[in-house]
């Protein structure tokens, strides 16, 4: 595989919780830059805790995670900053800031650029404004920028989030089980904005997902987790059905979403 | 285990050993003088519970359940019933209801309980003079009287006022989820919870006591009485709303690489900015309350006038005072209720 361009390493990574948790056992897996990877596993087998261990939202126990060549599995302070602006993060709850409206919650994505005091007091630059709106129109909620973000629906949530993400102009998106809160047909809406993002702005896109149809429509690759451990890594595709229960576990059944 | 064991010793021992005690009481019935002698006295009280901390024991060990037992039995102990026993049957009802009846007859001795009083026919008749001129009030006083009142809901407001900002930064400090994630954040989360629960178990009237000395009598000393007070309640408050706070957001604007002062302005302020004007509005209401009385130990406000009516017996002008007070609580009370409920 010379010449092939990675943007992440992941070599040996082992996360152990306080309360004596091990969530992850030594899990090792390449990204290559610009592909749409997706993670599947069961709930509790360390795929959200795979995730927040890449952009430092937890602090790994013990292995590397190279970004461009750089281990950045231990940095600390201003630099763990810097990585967590780089690699944007969505989350299942969208975790957005229900009492500001859209447009502010956009901006938070500028947080790391702006100084304390400006952010404090508001005052983002005219630019990083003017970027979100365009965000927002690429997600196709451009009308909403001064909606709270409590009066919309999962879905549009879920794209201010991608908006809001944008907007920290990072290289790597990760999606932490990103669909598992909405309806099947929202379902769709949010991924396909995942791949026009993926495809038009060339964004390295990690995801957390937990139906396989979803999977097979919208992944280059996948990686499978189990127990803390890599079981699977290979062409979405070839996942048929002994594959299926080996990840996750006899007697699963698969659930088409549509 | 262990803690169950020993908070159910603790509780036993001390209600075994105050039973003890009486029963002692009632055998040597001590005169006066006896009873003042605290360090020996200290010793026998000791001695009690040590002994019930010892019953308690015995009798749980016989499979006899006491009071201290059915309350701090641990969870997976506590399911385990066998068929329903009506509560006079069991050892703890036993103990309940004699430690409850014991407490009354003391309670009617130490309270000097005194039924005649009560209905004695010359001293219904001075009560009902009392009320008579404290229901014909002197409205020549009116005017003084309105303006210590507004002088009360200043003090009130100012304390409160100032509190704010103060509480407001200390909330942070004395939040568990915010300072609880390092040893150091702990250590110092403890030592402001530590602090903020002593100066709350100084009543303000006591801080007023000390104000009334270091900035002399008057409204001030009593500004500052409830002020101390309310850093301290506010403080509280406060720092519960924070610990209730959604962690999403905070991991939503944490993962946009934000700093420690921006995700918590961000993520935790839209979050609690409701609360804190709900809290704080009743904190001004329960401060105009205790405004009104202050002035009894130097803190201005109608209080100094209540106090000095009811010292010359002029209860003309006492009706007056009592009248404004409860039109002033009555106003702020519905006031705090009324925004409270709207920003809800």
């Given at each position: 595989m010379a010449g092939e361009d990675y943007i992440?390493?992941?070599?040996?990574?082992?996360?152990?919780?306080?309360?004596?948790?091990?969530?992850?056992?030594?899990?090792?897996?390449?990204?290559?830059?610009?592909?749409?990877?997706?993670i599947i596993g069961l709930s509790g087998s360390g795929k959200s805790t795979l995730l927040r261990c890449l952009n430092r939202l937890h602090d790994p126990t013990a292995g590397e995670v190279l970004f461009n060549e750089k281990d950045i599995a231990h940095v600390k302070g201003q630099e763990v900053k810097e990585v967590r602006q780089r690699m944007a993060m969505i989350f299942q709850h969208f975790n957005l800031i229900e009492r500001h409206s859209v447009i502010k919650n956009v901006l938070t994505g500028a947080l790391s650029r702006t100084s304390t005091l400006k952010s404090l007091m508001g005052m983002f630059a005219k630019t990083e404004t003017k970027k979100a709106k365009e965000y927002l129109d690429l997600v196709g909620i451009g009308d909403k920028a001064y909606t709270r973000?409590?009066?919309?629906?999962?879905?549009?949530?879920?794209?201010?989030?991608?908006?809001?993400?944008?907007?920290?102009?990072?290289?790597?998106?990760?999606?932490?089980?990103?669909?598992?809160?909405?309806?099947?047909?929202?379902?769709?809406?949010?991924?396909?904005?995942?791949?026009?993002?993926?495809?038009?702005?060339?964004?390295?896109?990690?995801?957390?997902?937990?139906?396989?149809?979803l999977v097979k429509e919208y992944a280059d690759r996948v990686i499978a987790l189990k127990d803390g451990k890599l079981v699977y890594e290979g062409d979405p595709k070839e996942i048929d059905e002994a594959w299926f229960e080996r990840i996750y576990g006899e007697g699963a059944k698969e659930v088409h979403v549509n | 285990m262990g803690t169950h064991l020993i908070k159910r010793v603790t509780f036993d021992g001390i209600n075994f050993g105050f039973l003890f005690l009486v029963f002692l009481l009632g055998i040597f019935t001590p005169n006066e003088e006896e009873l003042l002698n605290l360090s020996k006295n200290s010793l026998v009280a000791l001695g009690c519970v040590v002994l019930g901390v010892v019953f308690?024991?015995?009798?749980?060990?016989?499979?006899?359940?006491t009071l201290g037992e059915l309350l701090f039995a641990p969870p997976h102990k506590k399911t385990v019933t066998s068929t329903p026993v009506i509560w006079y049957r069991t050892f703890w009802g036993i103990q309940t209801a004699g430690t409850v009846l014991l407490m009354s007859v003391l309670g009617y001795f130490v309270t000097e309980v005194n039924v005649r009083e009560v209905l004695d026919i010359e001293n219904i008749k001075n009560v009902l003079r009392l009320i008579e001129q404290l229901a014909t009030p002197n409205w020549e006083v009116l005017p003084d009287v309105v303006w210590k009142a507004i002088q009360s809901v200043f003090i009130a407001f100012m304390a409160t006022l100032i509190a704010v900002p103060i509480a407001f930064l200390l909330s942070f400090v004395s939040a568990k989820n915010i300072m609880g994630t390092t040893p150091v954040g702990f250590v110092i989360y403890m030592m402001a919870r530590t602090l903020f629960n002593i100066m709350r178990s100084i009543e303000p009237?006591?801080?007023?006591?000390?104000?009334?000395?270091?900035?002399?009598?008057?409204?001030?000393?009593?500004?500052?009485?409830?002020?101390?007070?309310?850093?301290?309640?506010?403080?509280?408050?406060?720092?519960?709303?924070?610990?209730?706070?959604?962690e999403g957001p905070i991991e939503g604007i944490e993962s946009t690489g934000a700093g420690f002062l921006q995700t918590i302005w961000f993520a935790v302020v839209p979050q609690i900015v409701l609360p804190y004007i709900s809290f704080t509005i009743y904190r001004w209401d329960i401060n105009v309350r205790m405004a009104t009385i202050i002035g009894f130990v130097g803190g201005g406000g109608v209080g100094e006038l209540l106090l000095l009516y009811?010292?010359?017996?002029?209860?003309?002008?006492?009706?007056?005072?009592?009248?404004?007070?409860a039109i002033i609580v009555w106003l702020m009370d519905n006031f705090s209720a009324y925004v409270r409920e709207a920003i809800k």
């Open positions: 992440l390493k992941v070599k040996d990574l082992e996360k152990t919780y306080p309360n004596g948790v091990k969530a992850l056992k030594g899990v090792s897996f390449d990204v290559k830059r610009g592909e749409f990877l997706v973000a409590d009066q919309l629906s999962g879905g549009q949530q879920q794209r201010v989030a991608i908006a809001r993400a944008l907007t920290q102009a990072p290289e790597v998106l990760l999606a932490d089980e990103p669909v598992a809160s909405l309806d099947p047909a929202t379902c769709h809406t949010v991924m396909d904005y995942l791949r026009k993002v993926n495809r038009e702005l060339g964004l390295t896109i990690i995801c957390n997902l937990h139906f396989l149809s | 308690s024991l015995i009798i749980n060990k016989m499979g006899i359940k009237i006591m801080w007023a006591i000390i104000f009334a000395i270091w900035v002399r009598f008057g409204p001030f000393a009593g500004m500052l009485a409830l002020l101390v007070h309310s850093i301290a309640s506010l403080s509280k408050q406060y720092s519960e709303i924070v610990e209730c706070v959604d009811q010292r010359q017996s002029l209860w003309n002008e006492v009706g007056v005072v009592i009248l404004v007070i």
